[in-house]
C-alpha cells in the first residue's frame, strides 16, 4: 500500500476499502464530501480509483491463471496444453481415466 494505516485512519476509510489502491480512494472521498456526492463532480478521481481497482484485478486473475497452469502442468502435459488452448475449460474425467475436454458436462461418456 502506498499510505499508512494512520493517513487511512484520520481519512476514515473502512477496513473493508483498504487495498491497493486505497491511496486514490482518499482524495476521492474528500472529492465526494466536498461535492455533496454528486454524480457529475469528481470524475477524474473516480476515473482514476476504477481505473486502479480494474488493473489491480487483472493482475490477481493473471496470478490465479499462473496459478492453475502450474497446479495443471505438475499432473500432465496434455492438460497444460488443454488450459493453454482453452484459457479456463471445464475439463470432466470420466470412468475408466479417459480425459474429456469439452465446454459442459459429458453426458454421452459418463452416464
Do not use: F
Amino acid at each position: 500500500m502506498k499510505v499508512t494505516e494512520a493517513q487511512l485512519d484520520a481519512a476514515g476509510v473502512d477496513q473493508a476499502w483498504r487495498d491497493y489502491c486505497s491511496h486514490l480512494l482518499i482524495p476521492l472521498n474528500k472529492c465526494r464530501r466536498a461535492n455533496l456526492s454528486s454524480p457529475w463532480k469528481c470524475v477524474d478521481e473516480r476515473h482514476g480509483y476504477e481505473k486502479c481497482q480494474y488493473e489491480q484485478y487483472v493482475l490477481d486473475l493473471g496470478a490465479l491463471l499462473l496459478a492453475y497452469i502450474a497446479g495443471v502442468a505438475s499432473s500432465g502435459w496434455w492438460r497444460l496444453w488443454a488450459a493453454l488452448v482453452d484459457g479456463l475449460l471445464l475439463w470432466l474425467t470420466c470412468p475408466g481415466s479417459r480425459l474429456v475436454l469439452l465446454p459442459s458436462p459429458c453426458l454421452r461418456c459418463c452416464s
